[in-house]
């Protein structure tokens, strides 16, 4: 059974909150945290290891005052890569965000400054996004000659559709503050990203884990699916999770009615 020791990084920084809450950052800051393929190997790693490894709910956050600034544009000039090359390239990327997405741990990302091109595209395959006033998100491939390939058109149009995605694209438009959220970039607008998506976290990882598995990976792919065998998947999930033994004892308590009981916001 792998641990949260094993992981050899150098391009992110890994550290435990508390028992299952993990902080991943982007530890490039020098680079504004530009995605170089090093990068992209190390989340790829992580991601498909964290679950195994005891992770109940991570925070991805980054270090300097930019989340991240996408493909890393210096690497990508110098290498002058083939097609064949960058479609390869894109793959990895492909593999890194499909393991965040469907690897079945909630992960919140905590933004700051640019969430541009390739960084949207990382933030946009997390669970749950916090902002603050100062974030702001862009898709600046278009004046750089260049076209999304970190899932962008996939998960980047399912938050805001895709008028928006490509009027961003063409127009180099920029969102950020409330407009943002309220277009679904971000679903939380805070001071203090970092705190508030460790506060998110703490509260995920109170879940059950296989209830976070199927919230964290069943949702995405029952929207890939038909409404048809969405709805054959989610009866399935559901048989599964909601007759899992870890959850009887929460029944339980609200059947005494010593459970929490859901009230309005005050
Ligand atoms: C970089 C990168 C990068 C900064 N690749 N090195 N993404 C973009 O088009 C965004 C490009 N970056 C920017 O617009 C700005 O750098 C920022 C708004 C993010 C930050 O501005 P600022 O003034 O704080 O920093 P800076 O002076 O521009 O950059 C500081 C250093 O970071 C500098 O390196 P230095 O060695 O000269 O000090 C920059 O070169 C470096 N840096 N951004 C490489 N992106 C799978 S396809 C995805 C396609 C895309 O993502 S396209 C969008 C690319």
């Known amino acids: ?76 000039h110098q290498a002058d890569r083939s097609p064949a090359d960058f479609w390869q390239l894109c793959l990895r990327w492909h593999e890194a965000f499909n393991k965040m997405e469907y690897g079945g741990v909630p992960i919140i990302a905590a933004l700051k400054g640019a969430v541009v091109g390739g960084g949207l595209e990382l933030a946009s395959a997390a669970h749950v996004r916090v902002a603050d006033a100062g974030t702001y998100f862009a898709l600046p491939e278009g004046q750089r000659g260049l076209f999304t390939g970190g899932g962008a058109t996939i998960r980047v149009t399912d938050l805001i559709g895709k008028s928006r995605m490509i009027d961003m694209m063409l127009t180099g438009r920029v969102y950020q ?42 949702v995405s792919h029952m929207q890939n699916m038909s409404a048809l065998d969405a709805a054959y998947a989610e009866a399935c999930v559901a048989g ?6 870890e959850a009887r004892a929460r029944l339980a308590a609200f059947a005494d009615k010593s459970g929490a009981r859901i009230r309005p916001n005050t």
């Open 1 to 76: 059974m792998p641990s949260i020791t094993d992981f050899a990084l150098q391009n992110l920084r890994l550290e435990e909150d508390s028992p299952g809450v993990w902080i991943v950052t982007l530890n490039r800051p020098d680079k504004r945290n530009a995605l170089n393929a090093d990068t992209i190997e190390e989340l790829v790693t992580l991601f498909s290891g964290a679950a195994r490894a005891g992770a109940r709910a991570i925070v991805l956050a980054a270090e300097g005052p930019h989340f991240c600034a996408g493909l890393d544009l210096v690497e990508h």
């Open 240 to 245: 599964i999770v909601n007759t899992q033994p």
């Open 177 to 218: 503050g409330q407009e943002a959220v309220d277009l679904g970039l971000a679903q939380y607008l805070v001071e203090d990203t970092l705190s508030h998506a460790l506060t998110l976290a703490r509260r995920c990882a109170e879940n059950l884990p296989l209830t976070n598995f199927a919230i964290c990976s069943g």
